[in-house]
T-cell receptor
Framework: GEDVEQSLFLSVREGDSSVINCTYT??????LYWYKQEPGAGLQLLTY?????DMKQDQRLTVLLNKKDKHLSLRIADTQTGDSAIYFC???????????FGRGTSLIVHP | DADVTQTPRNRITKTGKRIMLECSQT?????MYWYRQDPGLGLRLIYY???????NKGEISDGYSVSRQAQAKFSLSLESAIPNQTALYFC??????????FGPGTRLTVT
């Protein structure tokens, strides 16, 4: 089955850019997602990208997709302390629309 | 009001007890899911349901059962709780494709 990998921790200084990386194995993935989980809360969709796109930008968020390498990244510009959270990458394979989640990357933003 | 609600939010129970976690949604979605989250392991799918008459096992269904009482309600049962079922449990809903909407989670501790 699909496997989604991401590093577990990232620490950045406030105002810097954060880049969270993810790799997936299923080349037939049609949607790739980034979810954010704040402490004590459920996951919330941040953004997603269709597999036929290379890049998607939404305010401070930039998603880059390299289909050849099956690599997805999320860049957060001007990272704020409020961005501290766990970020999950997820991939949606084929027609089942059941995403496979990575283990989550804990982003810690230092003032 | 929240779109996806879960009850209880926290529960401590003893080994061998039967526990039911409940989920309700007002999104009008047909698809509902139960996940568990463990530190460093991300989200793992327990069961999912694409409509009221459809129930499917996820990757870690052993020790769990579910009931889809209505389009809006999907409950998860632990027939005989054991300590390694201590985790954070999330219910989610989705329409046919893409975004999943998560509840706030139930923190379950089995002693």
């Amino acid at each position: 089955g699909e496997d989604v990998e991401q590093s577990l921790f990232l620490s950045v200084r406030e105002g810097d850019s954060s880049v969270i990386n993810c790799t997936y194995t299923d080349s037939s993935s049609t949607y790739l997602y980034w979810y954010k989980q704040e402490p004590g809360a459920g996951l919330q969709l941040l953004t997603y990208i269709f597999s036929n796109m290379d890049m998607k930008q939404d305010q401070r968020l930039t998603v880059l997709l390299n289909k050849k390498d099956k690599h997805l990244s999320l860049r957060i510009a001007d990272t704020q302390t409020g961005d501290s959270a766990i970020y999950f990458c997820a991939s949606n394979s084929g027609g089942s629309y059941i995403p496979t989640f990575g283990r989550g990357t804990s982003l810690i933003v230092h003032p | 009001d929240a779109d996806v609600t879960q009850t209880p939010r926290n529960r401590i129970t003893k080994t061998g007890k039967r526990i039911m976690l409940e989920c309700s949604q007002t999104k009008g979605h047909d698809r509902m899911y139960w996940y568990r989250q463990d530190p460093g392991l991300g989200l793992r799918l327990i069961y999912y349901s694409f409509d009221v008459k459809d129930i499917n096992k996820g990757e870690i269904s052993d020790g769990y059962s579910v009931s889809r009482q209505a389009q809006a309600k999907f409950s998860l049962s632990l027939e005989s709780a054991i300590p390694n079922q201590t985790a954070l449990y999330f219910c989610a809903t989705s329409d046919r494709a893409d975004e999943q909407y998560f509840g706030p989670g139930t923190r379950l501790t089995v002693t």
